[in-house]
Antibody, heavy 118, light 108 residues
C-alpha cells in the first residue's frame, strides 16, 4: 500500500528555521516525483514545487523560489521542505503528494500544519 | 504561468441533482495533464480525475471529466450526501503546476 507520512505539526517564531518531512512507503520512492502543496488558512491549494528523489532534480514555483528549499534522501525514502527564516505568512497546512506515472498527484500525505507566530 | 479559473465559486444543489463544474485555462493545455480533486473540511485533497477524463482508483462512476484545449468540466451525475465538498482543477503539464481557486458544492 502506497503511503506518505508527514512529520507533525510545528509552532515556530518568525525568523526561526524549520524542516518538515514526508516519508514514502509501499512503492519505489526514488522513481516518482514528489510535490509539495501549500494551503493557507481558509484558502485554496498552491503548488510549491516538486523533486525527483532519484537524482534530486527540483522545480520551484516562481513565486516561492528562494523562500523554501525542497530536498530528498532516497536512502530513507524521505522528502523535505525547509525554511531558513520563517515569516507569519508561512502559516499554512503543507501537503506532500506523489506524482503518478501519468503525472497526477495520486497519493497525498496527511498534511503538516505550520504555525508561525510571535 | 498557466492560470486556471473555476466557475462557479459556489454551487448550491440538492442531493440527487446533477453538478457541472467548469475549469478554464489561460492558454491551451494538453488534456493528458488536467486533474480534478475533492477536498472535504479537515481532510487532504483526493484525486478524482486525471488526464481530463480518467477516473482515479476507487472513484465512483457518477464522477466524470471532459474537455480539451482551454475548457474542462467535472460532472457529478447525481449528488450523494458525501459529495458536498470543495473541488479543484489542476494542470500538471507545465511548471508550475497550477491549481484553480476551487468550487464549493454546498447543500441547498
Amino acid at each position: 500500500e502506497v503511503q506518505l507520512v508527514q512529520s507533525g505539526a510545528e509552532v515556530k517564531k518568525p525568523g526561526e528555521s524549520l524542516k518538515i518531512s514526508c516519508k514514502g512507503s509501499g512503492y519505489s520512492f526514488a522513481s516518482f516525483w514528489i510535490g509539495w502543496v501549500r494551503q493557507m488558512p481558509g484558502k485554496g491549494l498552491e503548488w510549491m514545487g516538486i523533486i525527483y528523489p532519484g537524482d534530486s532534480d527540483t522545480k520551484y514555483s516562481p513565486s516561492l523560489q528562494g523562500q523554501v528549499t525542497i530536498s530528498a534522501d532516497k536512502s530513507i525514502s524521505t522528502a523535505y521542505l525547509k525554511w531558513s527564516s520563517l515569516k507569519a505568512s508561512d502559516t499554512a497546512m503543507y501537503y506532500c503528494a506523489r506524482h503518478s506515472v501519468a503525472g497526477a498527484l495520486d497519493y497525498w500525505g496527511q498534511g503538516t500544519l505550520v504555525t508561525v507566530s510571535s | 504561468e498557466i492560470v486556471l479559473t473555476q466557475s462557479p465559486g459556489t454551487l448550491s444543489l440538492s442531493p440527487g441533482e446533477r453538478a457541472t463544474l467548469s475549469c478554464r485555462a489561460s492558454q491551451s493545455i494538453s488534456s493528458r495533464y488536467l486533474a480534478w480533486f475533492q477536498q472535504k473540511p479537515g481532510q487532504g485533497p483526493r484525486l478524482l480525475i486525471y488526464g481530463a477524463s480518467s477516473r482515479a482508483t476507487g472513484i465512483p462512476d457518477r464522477f466524470s471529466g471532459s474537455g480539451s484545449g482551454t475548457d474542462f468540466t467535472l460532472t457529478i451525475s447525481r449528488l450523494e450526501p458525501e459529495d458536498f465538498a470543495v473541488y479543484y482543477c489542476q494542470q500538471y503539464g507545465d511548471s508550475p503546476g497550477t491549481f484553480g481557486q476551487g468550487t464549493k458544492v454546498e447543500i441547498k
